[in-house]
Protein backbone atom coordinates (compact mmCIF):
# COMPACT_ATOMS: atom_id res chain seq x y z
CA UNK A 1 0.00 0.00 0.00
CA UNK A 2 1.52 3.28 -1.35
CA UNK A 3 2.11 5.89 1.61
CA UNK A 4 0.51 9.10 0.34
CA UNK A 5 2.60 12.51 1.73
CA UNK A 6 0.97 15.75 2.23
CA UNK A 7 2.77 18.42 -0.33
CA UNK A 8 4.41 19.84 2.88
CA UNK A 9 6.06 16.25 3.69
CA UNK A 10 6.97 16.05 -0.02
CA UNK A 11 8.71 19.35 -0.57
CA UNK A 12 10.47 18.49 3.21
CA UNK A 13 11.99 15.37 1.56
CA UNK A 14 13.26 17.04 -1.80
CA UNK A 15 14.69 19.30 0.13
CA UNK A 16 16.47 16.71 2.28
CA UNK A 17 16.87 15.06 -1.00
CA UNK A 18 19.30 18.05 -1.59
CA UNK A 19 21.15 18.34 1.19
CA UNK A 20 22.30 14.45 1.34
CA UNK A 21 22.98 14.83 -1.96
CA UNK A 22 25.42 17.58 -1.85
CA UNK A 23 27.22 16.11 1.35
CA UNK A 24 29.53 13.68 -0.48
CA UNK A 25 30.68 17.10 -1.67
CA UNK A 26 31.46 19.33 1.44
CA UNK A 27 32.96 16.26 2.75
CA UNK A 28 34.95 15.62 0.50
CA UNK A 29 36.13 19.71 0.08
CA UNK A 30 36.28 19.26 3.98
CA UNK A 31 38.79 16.24 3.37
CA UNK A 32 40.90 18.30 0.84
CA UNK A 33 40.97 21.45 2.83
CA UNK A 34 42.47 19.41 6.10
CA UNK A 35 45.00 17.59 3.79
CA UNK A 36 43.98 14.19 3.60
CA UNK A 37 42.77 13.20 0.07
CA UNK A 38 46.54 11.80 -0.57
CA UNK A 39 49.16 13.30 -2.59
CA UNK A 40 47.51 14.94 -5.24
CA UNK A 41 44.23 16.17 -3.57
CA UNK A 42 43.05 18.56 -6.59
CA UNK A 43 42.69 15.09 -8.72
CA UNK A 44 41.03 13.38 -6.40
CA UNK A 45 38.33 16.40 -5.79
CA UNK A 46 37.47 16.29 -9.28
CA UNK A 47 37.25 12.86 -10.17
CA UNK A 48 35.50 12.15 -6.78
CA UNK A 49 32.81 14.90 -7.95
CA UNK A 50 32.75 13.32 -11.57
CA UNK A 51 32.25 9.84 -10.44
CA UNK A 52 29.27 11.39 -7.79
CA UNK A 53 27.67 13.44 -11.44
CA UNK A 54 27.40 9.84 -13.11
CA UNK A 55 25.98 7.88 -9.77
CA UNK A 56 23.36 10.95 -9.84
CA UNK A 57 22.93 10.34 -13.80
CA UNK A 58 22.12 6.46 -13.19
CA UNK A 59 19.78 7.13 -10.58
CA UNK A 60 17.92 10.10 -12.58
CA UNK A 61 17.78 7.66 -15.53
CA UNK A 62 16.72 4.76 -13.30
CA UNK A 63 13.14 6.75 -11.99
CA UNK A 64 11.71 5.87 -15.16
CA UNK A 65 11.70 1.93 -15.81
CA UNK A 66 10.84 1.66 -11.76
CA UNK A 67 7.83 3.47 -11.95
CA UNK A 68 6.93 1.20 -15.56
CA UNK A 69 8.06 -1.96 -13.35
CA UNK A 70 6.27 -0.60 -10.04
CA UNK A 71 8.86 -1.01 -7.89
CA UNK A 72 9.39 2.73 -7.40
CA UNK A 73 7.27 5.79 -8.57
CA UNK A 74 10.00 8.66 -7.37
CA UNK A 75 8.99 11.19 -10.52
CA UNK A 76 8.57 13.61 -7.75
CA UNK A 77 12.40 13.42 -6.93
CA UNK A 78 13.34 13.05 -10.51
CA UNK A 79 13.87 17.16 -10.76
CA UNK A 80 16.28 17.16 -7.52
CA UNK A 81 18.15 14.25 -8.68
CA UNK A 82 18.71 15.56 -11.89
CA UNK A 83 19.52 18.95 -10.87
CA UNK A 84 22.46 17.60 -8.00
CA UNK A 85 23.63 15.97 -11.30
CA UNK A 86 24.43 19.25 -12.90
CA UNK A 87 25.66 20.63 -9.47
CA UNK A 88 28.26 17.95 -9.19
CA UNK A 89 29.33 18.36 -13.42
CA UNK A 90 29.59 21.84 -12.52
CA UNK A 91 32.04 21.62 -9.50
CA UNK A 92 34.12 18.55 -11.55
CA UNK A 93 34.50 21.37 -14.36
CA UNK A 94 35.20 24.36 -11.81
CA UNK A 95 37.66 22.13 -10.16
CA UNK A 96 39.66 21.51 -13.17
CA UNK A 97 39.31 24.71 -14.06
CA UNK A 98 40.13 26.91 -11.54
CA UNK A 99 42.42 24.43 -9.06
CA UNK A 100 43.79 22.17 -12.00
CA UNK A 101 44.44 24.86 -15.16
CA UNK A 102 44.07 28.18 -12.61
CA UNK A 103 41.85 29.29 -15.00
CA UNK A 104 44.44 29.48 -17.59
CA UNK A 105 42.14 29.61 -20.65
CA UNK A 106 44.73 29.28 -23.35
CA UNK A 107 45.09 25.47 -21.58
CA UNK A 108 41.65 24.80 -21.23
CA UNK A 109 40.87 24.98 -24.86
CA UNK A 110 43.77 23.32 -26.40
CA UNK A 111 42.59 20.50 -23.45
CA UNK A 112 39.27 20.43 -25.04
CA UNK A 113 40.29 20.37 -28.78
CA UNK A 114 43.07 17.83 -28.11
CA UNK A 115 41.30 15.49 -25.95
CA UNK A 116 38.27 13.95 -26.41
CA UNK A 117 37.73 12.72 -23.32
CA UNK A 118 37.53 16.04 -22.07
CA UNK A 119 35.88 17.36 -25.54
CA UNK A 120 32.98 14.77 -24.61
CA UNK A 121 32.72 15.95 -20.85
CA UNK A 122 32.53 19.26 -22.03
CA UNK A 123 29.77 18.44 -24.88
CA UNK A 124 27.89 16.60 -22.31
CA UNK A 125 28.15 19.77 -19.39
CA UNK A 126 27.08 22.16 -22.20
CA UNK A 127 23.92 20.05 -22.98
CA UNK A 128 22.90 19.91 -19.29
CA UNK A 129 22.77 23.78 -18.95
CA UNK A 130 19.69 24.40 -20.51
CA UNK A 131 18.49 21.19 -18.64
CA UNK A 132 19.03 23.06 -15.64
CA UNK A 133 17.74 26.42 -16.62
CA UNK A 134 14.56 25.16 -17.72
CA UNK A 135 14.14 22.32 -14.54
CA UNK A 136 11.19 24.55 -13.00
CA UNK A 137 7.62 24.90 -13.74
CA UNK A 138 7.44 28.05 -15.13
CA UNK A 139 9.41 26.52 -17.91
CA UNK A 140 7.45 24.02 -18.26
CA UNK A 141 4.10 26.09 -18.77
CA UNK A 142 5.80 28.33 -21.09
CA UNK A 143 7.96 25.55 -23.24
CA UNK A 144 4.85 22.92 -23.43
CA UNK A 145 5.16 19.90 -25.43
CA UNK A 146 8.88 21.65 -26.38
CA UNK A 147 10.11 20.94 -22.69
CA UNK A 148 9.66 17.33 -23.10
CA UNK A 149 11.47 17.10 -26.30
CA UNK A 150 14.52 19.61 -24.62
CA UNK A 151 14.69 17.18 -21.84
CA UNK A 152 15.46 14.28 -24.01
CA UNK A 153 19.12 15.78 -24.06
CA UNK A 154 19.84 13.60 -20.87
CA UNK A 155 20.02 10.49 -23.16
CA UNK A 156 23.14 12.30 -25.14
CA UNK A 157 24.60 13.76 -21.57
CA UNK A 158 24.36 10.17 -19.99
CA UNK A 159 25.99 8.93 -23.70
CA UNK A 160 28.80 11.25 -23.34
CA UNK A 161 29.42 11.15 -19.59
CA UNK A 162 29.98 7.41 -19.95
CA UNK A 163 32.50 8.12 -22.89
CA UNK A 164 33.73 10.69 -20.62
CA UNK A 165 34.06 8.26 -17.57
CA UNK A 166 35.68 5.26 -19.20
CA UNK A 167 38.85 7.08 -21.09
CA UNK A 168 39.35 9.48 -18.04
CA UNK A 169 40.03 6.09 -15.50
CA UNK A 170 42.09 4.80 -18.43
CA UNK A 171 42.06 1.43 -16.28
CA UNK A 172 38.49 -0.12 -15.82
CA UNK A 173 37.66 -1.87 -13.03
CA UNK A 174 34.68 -3.28 -11.47
CA UNK A 175 33.11 0.11 -10.15
CA UNK A 176 33.96 1.42 -13.35
CA UNK A 177 32.17 -1.20 -15.45
CA UNK A 178 29.15 -1.77 -12.83
CA UNK A 179 28.64 2.61 -13.46
CA UNK A 180 29.21 2.09 -17.65
CA UNK A 181 27.06 -1.09 -17.62
CA UNK A 182 24.10 0.68 -15.77
CA UNK A 183 24.42 3.53 -18.21
CA UNK A 184 24.48 1.56 -21.59
CA UNK A 185 21.68 -0.48 -19.85
CA UNK A 186 19.23 2.10 -18.82
CA UNK A 187 19.80 3.99 -22.34
CA UNK A 188 18.81 1.08 -24.07
CA UNK A 189 16.16 0.61 -21.97
CA UNK A 190 14.67 3.93 -23.52
CA UNK A 191 15.37 2.96 -26.65
CA UNK A 192 13.14 -0.67 -26.76
CA UNK A 193 10.73 1.64 -23.79
CA UNK A 194 7.90 2.47 -26.75
CA UNK A 195 7.54 -1.22 -27.88
CA UNK A 196 7.50 -2.99 -24.24
CA UNK A 197 4.37 0.61 -23.04
CA UNK A 198 2.22 -0.34 -26.45
CA UNK A 199 2.90 -4.45 -25.58
CA UNK A 200 1.69 -3.69 -21.64
CA UNK A 201 -1.22 -1.22 -22.76
CA UNK A 202 -2.50 -3.76 -25.47
CA UNK A 203 -2.48 -6.22 -22.58
CA UNK A 204 -4.68 -4.01 -20.47
CA UNK A 205 -6.78 -3.42 -23.26
CA UNK A 206 -7.47 -7.24 -24.03
CA UNK A 207 -8.06 -7.78 -20.02
CA UNK A 208 -10.00 -5.27 -20.35
Known amino acids: MAIKLSQRQQSALIWTLYGLGLLPALWTFWA ?3 GTLGADP ?12 IRLLI ?4 ITPLRDLGIFNGLRYRRALGLLAFYYAAMHFT ?5 DQALFLPAIVADVVKRPFITFGMIALTLLVPLAVTSNNASIRRLGSRWSMLHKLVYPVAALGALHYSMAVKVL ?5 IHIGLLVLLLAYRLVRPRL ?3 KRQKRR ?3
Open 32 to 34: GAS
Open 42 to 53: VKTFERFLGLWT
Open 59 to 62: LTLA
Open 95 to 99: VYAVL
Open 173 to 177: GVEQY
Open 197 to 199: MEA
Open 206 to 208: AAA
